[in-house]
């Protein structure tokens, strides 16, 4: 998300580059459990060994960042992340202790884990994981050496919306195409 007010010359640029937020990890989490997906209830699929790092952002913490740049002078890059830090795997095994839904995990090579995915992804009719988000993760992309801005903790989070996680197919086609 960069700029500042269309038109206004003298507002400075600005960059905040958004790390895992609310409906990236709760879309994912609800298309992973979902019985829609034909792996849900039986395991899940790594790709790799699961060991990259993910700083995941409440939402509206993020509208906070955008909005203080709409009226900050100062121009500024800042990556907007959580306070929490997981390994992918350390959150894969959260979501599944918090919901009841711990599932067996599958390391795969990640062009492997991916080519599975697409493979699944042809019987829900939606993309469950692109070679884009394959990178992203194995570059350890969505962990900051910046200080958390973000303030929601994800636990906190997961805690408080742990009965609705898994109930609703959360269709990412659908949620940008639709």
Do not use: C
């Not at 459990?33 to 790799?48: D, K």
């Not at 997981?86 to 009841?100: A, C, N, T």
């Not at 636990?155 to 659908?174: F, M, P, R, V």
């Amino acid at each position: 998300m960069t700029g500042g007010l269309l038109g206004q010359d003298s507002q400075p640029p600005h960059e905040i580059r958004p790390g895992s937020g609310r409906h990236a990890i709760e879309g994912a989490a609800h298309r992973l459990e979902h019985p829609a997906n034909p792996s849900a209830n039986r395991f899940f699929v790594l790709p790799g060994d699961g060991s990259y790092g993910i700083q995941p952002v409440y939402i509206e913490d993020l509208a906070d960042l955008a909005v203080e740049a709409v009226y900050s002078k100062e121009s500024y890059i800042i990556d907007a992340v959580g306070p929490d830090s997981y390994s992918f795997k350390e959150m894969v095994q959260l979501i599944g202790k918090k919901i009841g839904a711990q599932r067996p995990i599958i390391s795969l090579p990640p062009r492997l884990a991916l080519l599975a995915a697409q493979f699944l992804s042809l019987f829900v009719g939606d993309v469950i994981l692109t070679p884009e988000e394959v990178d992203g993760l194995m570059a350890n992309l969505l962990l900051s050496k910046q200080p958390a801005r973000g303030k929601t903790a994800f636990k906190d989070w997961l805690e408080t919306n742990k009965a609705t996680i898994g109930t609703q197919y959360a269709s990412e086609l659908k949620r940008h195409y639709a």
